[in-house]
Every structure is written in C-alpha cells, then in structure tokens.
C-alpha cells in the first residue's frame, strides 16, 4: 500500500464532504490518507470494529461474508459509516480489487465530522456495511 497525506482537495467530489466549506475540512488533513492499495489486500474484516471510514475513490473493491462474494464496490462507496458511528463490527469483508485508491478517514475524525460540521452528512456504508 501507498500512503499520501492529503491536502483539503482530496475531500472534493466525495459526496459526505459536498455541503461543507473547505476552509471547515482543513482539521480533517492530518487525519486523513490517500491509499493506493495492493489488489488481494483486507481493507475490513467481517466481525472487527470500525477504526476508520474508507470511501473508494477508483478501482473494485469485492465484498464476502461467511467466505461468499456477496457484492463488488466502486468509487464512491463508502465502508465503516455506519459501524463507526454505531461503535459495531463489520458484518463483511472487504477486499481490494484491481486499481483500488481509498480516502482513508481516522474513526475519531469522522465521529468529530459527524457532530461538528455543517452540511456533513455521514453517508451510510454501502452494500454490505
């Protein structure tokens, strides 16, 4: 995996972020990556808690539970909202496919983003949770 600290920019086009000013986004930088991620790599695993938000932002990401593909995600999917606000584990796994980049958001700073800024709406996690 590739790792790159973002810039304020790197929210742009990610819906959760599209109603907040991006003078407001700039507490979220330090605790936000932009990961370009290996195929074959856990990005979640099915029944451990959310420490962080992932919205995909190019690639497939292939979606199992009990050990069967049950769905295949694409840019803009979001994984972990959902657990991550509700404090629960992931009822999927979440493996990356082929040319998968992540905007990968620490769990703290997303409950934070949740609370505290105006226009932030959580998106729920997709397909699986």
Do not use: C, K
């Not at 605790?31 to 856990?42: I, W």
């Not at 099915?46 to 049950?70: C, K, M, N, P, Y």
Request: hydrophobic share 50%; charged share 15%.
């Amino acid at each position: 995996m590739l790792r790159h600290r973002p810039d304020v920019s790197a929210f742009a086009g990610v819906p959760m972020f599209d109603g907040v000013d991006a003078h407001a986004l700039a507490p979220l930088t330090p605790y936000a990556d932009r990961l370009a991620v290996t195929p074959g790599v856990t990005l979640a695993r099915e029944g451990r808690h959310a420490h962080e938000v992932l919205v995909i932002v190019s690639g497939e990401v292939i979606v199992t539970r009990d050990g069967f593909t049950v769905d295949r995600l694409g840019p803009g999917a979001v994984i972990g909202a959902d657990e991550e606000l509700a404090g629960t584990a992931h009822d999927a796994t979440y493996v990356a496919g082929a040319g998968v980049a992540a905007l990968v958001l620490r769990g703290s700073a997303f409950r934070w983003a949740a609370q505290s800024l105006a226009g932030f709406v959580p998106t729920p996690s997709t397909a699986a949770g």
